[in-house]
């Protein structure tokens, strides 16, 4: 198996931990998107999106986007599980990743950022509002919605790891990143703690990464 | 059950296809999102996100995020499968759903168009620039995945409706009412006619819905 990777991409972070969790190893290809090798021919004949992850399976089956990458490593390596058994609870962690992969992540991204700054000329403290009003606005939902429910436990759901998780740790890691207070999300900060204290994510870290600079 | 809807949502236009596809009823619970509803204190008990659509069970289960919606539908109701059986074929549908979903949508979302004229001050001519930018960078590579891929057939995968067909119908939608050329993604636009043959997503169009205007 071969991941396509880029240590600061929250997208391939969620897929190193679903990775490590599963004990599935995968050669790593970089791809470093600051000097955009993204959109070099050879890796857009790997993924015409030009986005990392890219995960090319044992048989050359190439899989984008990482929660789709993450359904199928959790269809074909199905322990330890990274969703529950029962619909409801799937739906409720599938819902907990979608909040964050979907209305927070793609608002941040390093193409995005990108284009704020060159095609539409702002400033980098407007550049930076931006990231965290899109980051509060998302933690602030999420906080009442994990604090305000007994299905959260010492992780999103429950007290085993699932794809919630998965996907939250790397988006705290970019609120860090960016400087942003992190005192009103305690139940947030409380289960990310708890998932760095697994190597399966503390070993997926983007500091700890080979192409890490 | 109950769907928290509003007709120009495209995610929650993608939920009433999927329920359409399935044959399941919903009562339908309008929220106005330009008149600002979706904050106000109702329905921020219902969904905390202050985004519809929600759907609730007739176990008063309250489920949101289009996506992981449609996943408990395709679960509890199994025929039509809206994804197909092999774990391959399940990742390259969930990648070109998760492609619009992820990728395209949230950039073109109304609070982010609201933030951009509110808060950044930007023109019209600069708003519309945004939205026709990530609609166009996102049809450019999927219609490069669609045409250049034998799995694709009468619909993004094979000959039956799936999960990418229900995202696709309501971006491209969205990118008629934002008039962009769509004379470049002739796989997406042929994709797309085929599917609004089919009542389900013919009847699950903003403009038939009882709360257009």
Redesign the interface.
Known sequence: MKLYDYFRSSAAYRVRIALNLKGVDAHREFVHLVKGQQRADAYLAVN????VPALV?D?H?V???S???I??LD??HRAPALLPDD??A???V??I???I???I???NNLR?LN?LSN??G?SDE?KN??YR?WVDI?FE??E??LAGDALTGEFCHGDAPTLADVCLVPQVANARRYKIDLLPYPTIVRIDARCRELPAFANAAPEQQPDAF
């Not at 015409?48 to 986005?51: A, H, I, N, T």
């Open positions: 015409r999106q030009g986005l399976t048989e089956v899989l984008t986007q929660l789709a990458i359904e199928w269809e074909v619909a409801f799937r739906a409720r599938r819902s990743a979608m909040a992969a979907c209305d992540h793609p608002l995005v284009y095609t539409l702002l407007q509002g931006w009003y998302g939902a999420l009442q919605q």
